[in-house]
């Protein structure tokens, strides 16, 4: 194992558990931290702001990290001589997957500021769906799959050639 190998690894850990507090952190905030603060309207308020904006600094720290750690681990695999079309394609999904996150991210917290037209022009509950947390957790659930399913396709074209 050389400087190149544990740099990488470095870089799929902190990869990884970024991920890992990002959704884990949306997963908690969502079923267990909103739920209780709904049974208690007084403090509900001020302990949901500051929630809010904890979970928002933690969330752009993770795009953040996850950005800058996607491109070195993306580079790193493609520039790979046993890369194939499958590998490829199947990345493809998964970044097009975290880009949506991060847009979901972003546009959650500008909608909040401001009313855009497309919240009035949908269902209110499609709208929620789409452009919240939930969203969030169930593509970050999906690209936590897709991630696996990478593994095993290296591992499967490392084992036949």
Not at 122 to 132: A, C, G
Request: with cysteine; charged share 15%.
């Amino acid at each position: 194992m050389d400087i190149g190998d544990i740099f990488l690894l470095i870089v799929r850990w902190v990869h990884g558990i970024s991920a890992a507090t990002w959704i884990g952190g949306s997963i908690f905030f969502m079923i267990v931290y909103k739920p209780i603060l709904s049974k208690h309207n007084k403090i509900s308020n001020i302990l949901y702001s500051d929630t809010s904006n904890s979970l928002r600094i933690l969330i752009d720290t993770s795009i953040f990290v996850l950005i800058a750690t996607g491109i070195i681990l993306t580079f790193d695999r493609l520039t790979s001589s046993f890369i194939q079309l499958p590998y490829i394609l199947t990345l493809s999904i998964k970044i097009v997957l975290c880009i949506w996150i991060f847009l979901i991210a972003r546009w959650s917290r500008k909608s909040k500021k401001i009313n855009t037209s497309l919240e009035n022009n949908q269902p209110k509950k499609l709208n929620k769906f789409i452009s919240s947390y939930n969203m969030v957790i169930i593509l970050g659930l999906i690209v936590f799959l897709i991630s696996d399913l990478l593994k095993i396709i290296v591992e499967t074209t490392l084992l036949n050639n």
